[in-house]
């Protein structure tokens, strides 16, 4: 039954929290079953508090609800929760209107194949799953299991083990995470050996300087960074934000340092010379710990150029102050006062990263903290713990999994681009449609939405098309699962169990817990008891590798290893890192439980369990390269691209390497090529402006679109709601004829949109920012049709490197429109 917000608010006495939307005048529309109309009509009025874990977005916040008679009327962050403090984003705090929506998916649904419909038939969970356990029985019984795909989006911990274990015992090799943050790995790889993101210490560093990275609004976990954030004036940290648009992070910081897009790594190649040139550097760290600094010669007297000399020739102040914009004075003060403030720290994400060249541009931001020896010390970068979980144990394949696995992986490319990934979304789509080496006969999709944020939107939904069976684990509609032929809704994160642990650069180890708070509202399940279920549907080996009956008993037995270990805390209030460390260094551990059931029942209750206390680590571990050092010369560059140079051409000659070299788009020749250095972005000489795009928090990578209230917050900085904008300077504006507020047409070579003129002189001249998350097609009735989305007009390029969406390389004209 469809009721409005503020009749829900009155159902329990709280219309002081009922809100008007806007200049739509809307009021939203929750939908609730008749039996929690009724019991909230005619209930006791009993009030409860149940601790959980939003999963609205990845970042990991903890939450308190809010439940009259059972039922969640209201949320707010879990002030005990180590990060989140009790802070919520405005995603966060419109929960309650996600778990009530009048669009979510109320039971399975499968594509109606009537003659003359495309519409959708509702089925019952046994039918759903026998169509789809059918099929991969199917293809398991023809030796054919590599011909299932997973695309799942930004799950961690026990979720994403749990499909790997799923298609590792089916036979599949091809389980990819298709997120915003996909491959963004491969540079740290490179130079550290790491498969895993760093963690800052931003509470302890003195000078921060970030290079793109939009912490407080596009962050991993934006509210633990705004926590951070917050102790800055006590801790006398200052902020340097550099950035082609003011965001909200460049609006915190003390400086803001605009710049050209694509240019990030030669500005801070400039900032190198600085610290080389004046002798700021950490010589201990550069001389025990780094390879590639200084020039060498090698076994046949050949003489390799260094990174303290490359940088030395090539990137000093002037010449950076061409490439980037940014002028040369501000090159000198920024590097000197990095050398000379420590700890000062460097972060590198969004702007500096996505790009064509954002595989060398975070190489060269993170040089910089190589050259200043910040790694495993207060104020610098470490690399944290993995929570001890227990019960995860090696698959063991029969005959068919095993060749099935051997099979080449989907997402790998087939020619010489993504050398240094196993997945980038433009390789899947071009294999699918070629059937090669393959055919893929049955996708799982899981979370996100793929199709919307994708660069070669039209080849992807070919893809999606020419698949026989797509299988869809969402909870609403949108333009990814459009395309599916079964649809598998998946629980509310406030009907299921769960848990999100180690949240990318959260600086502890650390172990969320989500819980039913309600009954199921709906006809829904959780994906992995769905996963689950199939399993044992399919039987033999792949059932065997399931033992246990639900999902719940798979988070029960990981636990159980966080309770063996006798390791950290169970967030508790007062209980904090220096209470945790004195007591470990005396023996002793927070909270003595006399089972295991105690200490779920507590990790329940209260939200989950951290552990803030690092493991000592050798150099070894710290650095799990081949030298055990930080390799300013990357060795595994130079391994992965000699392979290609072997594949090529079969004799490793120097017509093969610049064949290579030519393909990944690398303009650098000789030892340059393994340094970290500035590749030129291949931009249309004939179009004027740089088109870049950023996320609002209340929207992140577009979900947050489906909720009114969150439309309505959408452009509340610029006072455009329920729609879209472009950020223009005033320089630009007027030799474009444009005025704040018009109409413009934003062309590129792969299309066009329509949308209104914010001229600011927040942004860099000659660059065009719109924001992403607008412009649906399908995801409710309160997204549809609101916005444009920037990512339909750009360039389908690509980080030639890594495989990562370059979502800056696309340049355009722009005119009033009429």
Not at 463 to 475: C, M
Not at 487 to 511: A, K, R
Not at 608 to 620: D, E, L
Not at 680 to 704: A, C, K, N, W
Request: glycine share 10%; net charge neutral; aromatic share 10%.
């Amino acid at each position: 039954m469809e009721i409005k917000r503020r009749d829900f608010l009155k159902l329990f006495g709280s219309l002081s929290g009922a809100v008007v939307l806007g200049e739509y005048a809307l009021d939203e529309v929750m939908e609730l079953p008749e039996g929690i109309i009724e019991l909230a009509k005619n209930g006791p009025g009993v009030e409860t508090w149940q601790n959980t874990i939003c999963g609205l977005c990845p970042a990991g916040c903890g939450m308190r609800i809010r439940l009259i008679d059972g039922i969640p009327v209201y949320v707010k962050g879990n002030p005990i929760y180590p990060i989140n403090k009790g802070g919520l984003c405005p995603l966060g705090l419109n929960a309650l209107h996600s778990l009530y929506h009048p669009d979510r998916l109320k039971r399975p649904m499968r594509k109606n194949q009537s003659a003359g419909t495309s519409g959708w038939e509702d089925v019952s969970w046994d039918e759903a799953l026998k169509t789809v356990s059918d099929k991969l029985v199917e293809l398991r019984n023809t030796g054919k299991p590599h011909h299932v795909a997973f695309l799942g989006h930004e799950e961690n911990g026990l979720m994403k083990r749990l499909i790997e274990r799923f298609m590792q015992a089916y036979g599949s090799p091809n389980y990819y995470q298709c997120s915003s943050a996909q491959n963004n790995v491969v540079p740290y790889a490179l130079l550290h050996g790491h498969t895993t993101m760093p963690t800052y210490d931003i509470l302890n560093a003195r000078l921060i300087v970030s290079f793109g990275s939009n912490f407080l609004e596009e962050g991993y976990s934006p509210i633990y960074y705004t926590k951070l954030y917050s102790h800055h004036e006590e801790q006398r940290t200052r902020y340097v934000q550099i950035e082609s648009r003011l965001s909200l992070t460049a609006a915190n910081a003390d400086q803001w340092v605009p710049i050209l897009p694509g240019t990030y790594g030669a500005l801070a190649l400039g900032l190198a010379y600085v610290l080389i040139r004046e002798e700021l550097y950490d010589k201990e760290f550069v001389q025990q710990r780094m390879v590639g600094f200084e020039d060498r010669v090698d076994r046949s007297g050949t003489r390799h150029v260094g990174f303290k000399n490359m940088v030395l020739g090539n990137y000093y102040p002037e010449k950076v102050e061409e490439l980037t914009g940014v002028p040369s004075s501000v090159i000198l003060q920024l590097g000197r006062e990095i050398g000379n403030t420590r700890p000062s720290l460097v972060i590198g994400d969004h702007g500096a990263i996505d790009n064509t060249n954002g595989t060398y541009s975070a190489m060269a931001v993170h040089s910089l903290n190589a050259l200043l020896g910040n790694f495993e010390k207060e104020g610098g970068i470490f690399f944290v713990d993995e929570p001890p979980f227990g019960g995860f144990k090696s698959v063991p394949l029969d005959a068919t999994a095993r060749k099935g696995r051997s099979q080449d992986p989907i997402g790998l490319s087939k020619g010489n681009a993504f050398p240094l990934t196993r997945f980038s979304i433009e390789s899947f789509t071009k294999n699918v449609l070629s059937g090669t080496p393959y055919p893929i006969d049955v996708l799982f999709v899981l979370g996100g939405n793929p199709l919307f944020s994708a660069l070669n939107q039209k080849e992807f939904s070919q893809a999606l098309q020419k698949i026989p069976l797509v299988v869809s684990f969402d909870n609403m509609l949108n333009e990814t699962s459009e395309h599916a032929h079964v649809i598998l809704p998946h629980d509310h994160f406030m009907e299921s169990w769960g848990e999100v642990s180690n949240v990318t650069s959260v600086g502890f180890t650390h172990v969320g817990m989500q819980h039913p708070v309600i009954s199921r509202v709906y006809d829904t399940r959780h994906t992995g008891d769905v996963l689950i279920d199939l399993a044992k549907r399919i039987g033999g080996q792949v059932s065997r590798a399931f033992p246990l009956k639900n999902y719940e008993e798979e988070l029960k037995r990981a636990l159980n290893g966080v309770y063996n270990s006798g390791t950290g805390a169970i967030v508790t209030e007062g209980v904090g890192t220096h209470w945790i460390q004195f007591l470990r260094q005396r023996g002793w551990q927070i909270g003595q439980y006399a089972s295991f059931d105690e200490f779920w029942d507590r990790l329940i209750k209260q939200g989950g369990w951290w552990n803030p206390i690092r493991k000592t680590k050798r150099w070894g571990q710290v650095f799990r390269t081949r030298s055990q050092k930080f390799e300013l010369s990357s060795q595994a560059l130079r391994e992965g691209l000699d392979k290609l140079v072997v594949k090529t051409g079969k004799t490793n000659s120097a017509q093969d390497r610049e064949f290579v070299l030519s393909q990944l788009n690398i303009s650098a020749r000789g030892d340059t090529v393994f340094l970290p250095h500035h590749e030129p972005v291949p931009y249309e000489v004939d179009m004027p402006l740089h088109l870049i795009t950023f996320r609002v928090l209340s929207v992140r990578d577009g979900q947050g679109a489906a909720l009114p209230m969150m439309q309505e917050m959408f452009g509340h900085s610029v006072r455009r709601y329920w729609q879209s904008w472009a950020e223009i300077n005033p320089k630009t504006a007027e030799l474009q004829h444009v005025r704040d507020g018009d109409w413009i047409l934003v062309q590129s070579d792969a299309g066009n949109l329509k949308v209104k003129a914010k001229v600011s002189e927040g942004i860099m001249p000659n660059v065009i920012a719109i924001p992403f998350g607008l412009g649906h097609t399908s995801l409710g009735r309160y997204a549809k049709g609101h916005g444009v989305n920037p990512n339909s007009i750009m360039k389908n390029l690509y980080d030639m490197l890594s495989g990562k969406p370059a979502t800056q390389a696309t340049k355009v004209r722009i005119s009033v429109a009429t």
